[in-house]
């Protein structure tokens, strides 16, 4: 396997042995300024490899509540995009926990497969006792026949409340231990999307047969992991990458996965239809309060880099030695200069109250070597969500710390920070949207600063 990342939205050249092509993107949550940017990528990748055969993977969570354009619409633009793409080639959608944002499931899945765009979930409905999709699907992919199974998570708490009391989620990895080998024996081909999140992967590999290709998702990560001759990929989230999958041969005849990602830059080449959609439907759907200038930046950060700055910010303003936020608490990065409600609520996706403790320095040295995860952290140290964090650059180990995090990773705590469980206890009065907000109007210190 072969893992090549492309900048800047150049197109890498093909392997010269390619059969076929499978883009793979998930947790894009209805990042619209880069929307009209993946669909005209699929264009100049179907330009570039005429007659190649070529199919759409989307590993769920397409659309985002938290986006005010997308939730007055009721995704207008998320739909429009699955039009879009399966007009192009065939398109799959895998259901995440964020499909069922402005419909309920039922309703969700009617109105994407309207679109031309193929469903699979193992999500069933509690009313019917019936899966809302199938959980598999069979595709050609030039002289292949290919498998797509799909499953999501079962974390019932990362799902809208009114759609909760219709779900009947399974364990992932008990559902994929019964299920997933009498799926993937019915093709040559197999893929399989999960939007369970790469701790419930790592336990389905030993499942999964050689020359698999293992899409994640629901972490928010990027990352590509060899898995034999197969591959495990994330493709990070707010459609930042795109991965292509290009399906080549091994000299016995089985399949090879050769694995690129590709940067959708924001001004990068963009669909002029989507463009003028996204373009009206904000015109539309924001109101003034949501483009009122609430900060500003000296330079654009990236999403991972605007992330951090606001964990500088809840140190700072907490008034402790490190500070720790989970990463889906994020989406979106920041602009340079002006930057309006609506693009702070893009980056900081939830408020919430503000959590301290105390530990000592060993243990936040272990907190802090988890924390900050990227494309090159080594898969042997991922877990799955991860905090992003601003802690000192020196610890004494005996030393005592006191350490803040919103109330998500309060409530969560062993899934964050681990065993023993910490005790943390509430600050009134501090939250994080506003602390937040301080990093870009109050002139705090940056990490890059520190």
Request: hydrophobic share 45%; aromatic share 8%.
């Amino acid at each position: 396997m072969l893992w090549l990342v492309v900048a800047g939205g150049r197109l890498a050249a093909a392997p010269a042995d390619a059969g076929a092509l499978v883009l793979l993107i998930g947790d894009q949550h209805s990042a619209y300024e880069r929307t009209a940017q993946l669909v005209a990528t699929v264009d100049r990748l179907k330009a570039e490899n005429p007659g190649l055969p070529l199919a759409i993977l989307l590993n769920g969570d397409t659309q985002e509540y938290g986006n005010m354009v997308a939730r007055r619409s009721a995704g207008a633009v998320d739909f429009a995009m699955f039009a879009a793409l399966a007009a192009r080639a065939p398109t799959i959608l895998n259901l995440g926990n964020h499909e069922p944002e402005f419909y309920d499931l039922e309703g969700t899945v009617a109105r994407v497969q309207a679109t031309g765009v193929v469903v699979v979930s193992n999500i069933v409905n509690r009313a019917t006792g019936r899966p809302f999709a199938p959980a598999s699907t069979q595709l050609k992919l030039g002289g292949d026949e290919a498998v797509i199974v799909g499953l999501t998570t079962d974390h019932l708490s990362t799902y809208r409340l009114a759609v909760r009391p219709s779900l009947d989620l399974a364990d992932p990895v008990v559902w994929a231990k019964q299920n997933l080998a009498g799926l993937l024996t019915t093709a040559t081909l197999k893929i399989i999307l999960s939007h369970a999140g790469l701790a419930a992967d790592r336990e389905m590999f030993p499942l999964v047969p050689d020359g698999t290709l293992f899409a994640g998702a629901h972490d928010h990560l990027r990352l590509v992991h060899p898995l034999g001759r197969g591959a495990y990929v994330h493709s990070g989230s707010w459609n930042e990458y795109l991965t292509l999958a290009w399906l080549c041969r091994e000299a016995t005849g089985g399949p090879r996965w050769v694995i690129q990602q590709l940067m959708l830059p924001i001004d990068g080449p963009a669909d002029t239809g989507l463009t003028a959609l996204i373009k009206a439907t904000k015109a539309k759907y924001l109101l003034p309060e949501d483009t009122a200038v609430v900060g500003r930046t000296a330079a654009a950060f990236a999403p991972a880099a605007a992330a951090r700055l606001v964990a500088c910010a809840l140190r700072q303003a907490a008034g402790v030695d490190a500070a720790f936020i989970g990463n889906t608490t994020f989406g979106a990065g920041l602009p340079a200069g002006a930057v309006t409600r609506s693009e702070f609520d893009a980056c900081v996706r939830f408020d919430g109250a503000i959590f301290t403790a105390e530990v000592d320095g060993a243990r936040l040295r272990q907190l802090l070597a988890k924390a900050n995860q990227g494309p090159e952290t080594p898969f042997e140290q991922r877990h799955g969500e991860f905090c992003f964090a601003d802690g000192p650059a020196t610890i004494d180990p005996i030393g005592r710390y006191r350490i803040a995090t919103t109330d998500w990773g309060a409530r969560n705590t062993r899934a964050y920070f681990g065993e023993p469980a910490i005790l943390w206890r509430e600050q009134p009065g501090l939250r994080l949207k506003p602390t937040a907000l301080g990093a870009l109007t109050g002139g705090l210190a940056t990490p890059q600063d520190k």
